[in-house]
């Protein structure tokens, strides 16, 4: 017998064993999800919109708050002292994660979106100017749509829309088309679209953009928690993701910006903690970071994102990838099994989720019929509305999936779905 | 799955399928488009009023089996029917599909939406078209919204 015969082929693995991961032990250490839900073992599948937390999050602030809180940066106690070094532990930690060059370039917002709002209010607030041009893709999140809008809006700017094939993917010449206008101050689009689960060409799409000496955004609250981030190997101008999609609390959001960019950016919001002296003649902003964290931030939450991003560095982002890529290519297997079943979104490059319309049946029921068979999935616009217009359907359901997820639980979406042709047939 | 029959009844799965009155009247008094900005959906109301009777009602739209059925129950419910019974009947459907009151006698069809209120989450599609409705009969232009 050789080698390799010795090895079960993917698909006869025990359902709750992957290649790289064991799934017992991870899936142990969320205490959510060993709940029922209606009765029936709770499939978790709305990891896109958010995802649990493992004991290691929960507990690291339980002990913040039970154990050192206090406030921080200004404290000569030990409480505010311990405080202190636990929040830019945690920065460095985001450091780490992202391989940026300092921590003076990771800033705490509260989400993704308030990152993007950041950099379209200071960046683009002192930058564009009337006439000027913003480049996105149609596959943004409202996110990364409204804050440009906004912006737009203020200073009589345009903004331009690279669109997509059927498929999901972008179409990479439209986008180069769109930078080459001359007047375009900015290009930000999404690393892994959340309604379409596309995984973008970012690298080529920086490269293209700096070619013409335009900064670019990355929107990654998706893309973080499931592939492996380098901002310096991307050469990107600004990386933003929110922490509670990357097993972290709610609360805490990151934003990554080149040492130089920030620098010569005005602060987003003044108050505590962003100064240096105040007067009422004048006021001195104090240095990267502190610059644009004004206010006290959410410290437990913060540490709470450092204890994620350690457990998450510990099982690996290529162990993560790859057991999420076979739940990928199962679920779309099983899914495609159901007649009147249309994936919506099958980039080549695609990532953890499957977004679906299911013939006579709008998506807000399936959603109603899959909760009470424990199985919880998103169903709505995913606050990409422009994405649905491209499509011409008002909503999807969509099963996103993270690291705890198992066949098993593909099993239990796809039986329930059955259940819901069932009823409507 | 009985107690997913006690939401998608028969009667709602049926007028899902085959919605009543869902069609554009042309020569409408009132009109008014209502939206649930939680899921995008969308539904154009259309009566045509004379002498303070809703002499015909139609709708047209995109939604969910509550939000269909329940639309298209109420022009069954409406057609007919003096403007000035218009909030009564709200009122009570509003209460029947919140709430655990016995359904009032004068509702009808429309209390087969009852099992609404066991899903807190979906009285915005039972109710979206009521909202359009009442919009439409306050001449109000904007799309009226159920948050």
């Not at chain 1, 994102?305 to 679920?331: K, Q, R």
């Not at chain 1, 008002?394 to 069932?422: G, H, I, M, Q």
């Not at chain 2, 007028?15 to 008014?32: C, D, G, M, V, Y």
Request: proline fraction near 5%; include cysteine.
């Amino acid at each position: 017998m050789n080698a390799m015969s010795a090895l079960p082929a993917l698909s006869t693995l025990p359902p709750t064993r992957s290649a790289d991961l064991d799934l017992v032990r991870i899936r142990a250490e969320f205490p959510i999800l060993r709940q029922k839900i209606h009765g029936k073992p709770l499939v978790y599948l709305d990891n896109a919109a958010s995802v649990q937390k493992p004991r290691a999050v929960i507990d690291a602030i339980g002990e913040c708050y039970g154990g050192y809180y206090a406030n921080i940066h200004r404290g000569v106690h030990l409480l505010s002292e311990r405080s202190t070094v636990a929040y830019e532990g945690a920065r460095e930690k985001a450091r780490a994660f992202l391989n940026a060059a300092s921590v003076q370039e990771i800033i705490f917002t509260r989400n993704t979106t308030e990152s993007i709002n950041l950099v379209a209010s200071s960046f683009g607030g002192s930058v564009v100017k009337a006439g000027d041009q913003i480049v996105i893709t149609g596959m943004e999140h409202h996110s990364n749509i409204v804050p440009w809008q906004l912006l737009c809006e203020r200073t009589g700017a345009v903004l331009k829309v690279a669109p997509f094939t059927d498929a999901g993917e972008l179409i990479l010449e439209e986008y180069e088309r769109l930078l080459d206008s001359g007047r375009v101050k900015l290009a930000a689009f999404v690393h892994l679209s959340n309604a379409l689960g596309t995984i973008n060409p970012v690298k080529p799409m920086i490269d293209l953009a700096h070619a013409r000496g335009i900064p670019v955004l990355v929107d990654g609250a998706q893309s973080v928690p499931h592939l492996a981030v380098d901002v310096q190997a991307l050469d990107c101008d600004f990386y933003a993701f929110s922490s509670h999609k990357i097993y972290g609390p709610s609360g805490v959001g990151v934003l990554y910006g080149k040492q130089a960019l920030l620098e010569a950016m005005p602060p987003y919001q003044g108050g505590g903690d962003m100064i240096r002296l105040v007067t009422f003649e004048k006021t001195e902003y104090a240095d990267l970071p502190n610059k644009f964290e004004a206010g006290t931030p959410s410290i437990a939450e913060v540490i709470g994102l450092g204890a994620a991003l350690d457990w998450l560095t510990a099982i690996g982002l290529d162990a993560v990838a790859a057991h999420e890529h076979e739940l990928l290519e199962y679920a779309t297997a099983r899914l495609q099994e159901i007649p009147g079943l249309n994936i919506m979104g099958t980039a080549r490059d695609k990532a953890a989720l499957a977004a679906f319309t299911l013939q006579g049946v709008h998506p807000h029921d399936i959603g109603t019929i899959l909760d009470r068979e424990g199985v919880a999935i998103r169903a709505g616009h995913h606050c990409a509305q422009p994405v649905m217009q491209r499509y011409g359907v008002p909503a999807t359901a969509r099963a996103s999936f993270a690291v705890y997820n198992t066949r098993d639980e593909v099993d239990a979406l796809v039986k329930s779905l059955w259940k819901v042709k069932e009823l409507f047939e | 799955m009985s107690d997913l029959r006690d939401l998608y009844q028969e009667v709602i799965l049926d007028h899902n399928k085959r919605p009543r009155n869902f069609r554009i009247l042309p020569q409408s008094t009132h009109k008014a488009d209502g939206v649930n900005p939680l899921c995008g959906d969308r539904i154009s109301v259309y009566l045509d009023v004379e002498d303070g009777v809703i002499k015909d009602i139609a709708f047209q739209g995109a939604g969910c089996a509550i939000s269909s059925a329940s639309a298209s129950l109420m022009t069954e419910a409406l057609k007919g029917k003096p403007v000035a019974e218009v909030e009564h009947l709200f009122e009570a459907f509003h209460n029947v599909v919140t709430t655990d009151c016995e359904c009032p006698r004068g509702l009808g069809k429309l209390s087969v939406l009852a099992g609404v209120r066991e899903y807190p989450s979906r009285v915005k599609c039972a109710t979206l078209a009521w909202h359009a409705v009442r919009a439409a009969l306050e001449r109000h232009t904007e799309p009226v919204a159920t948050e």
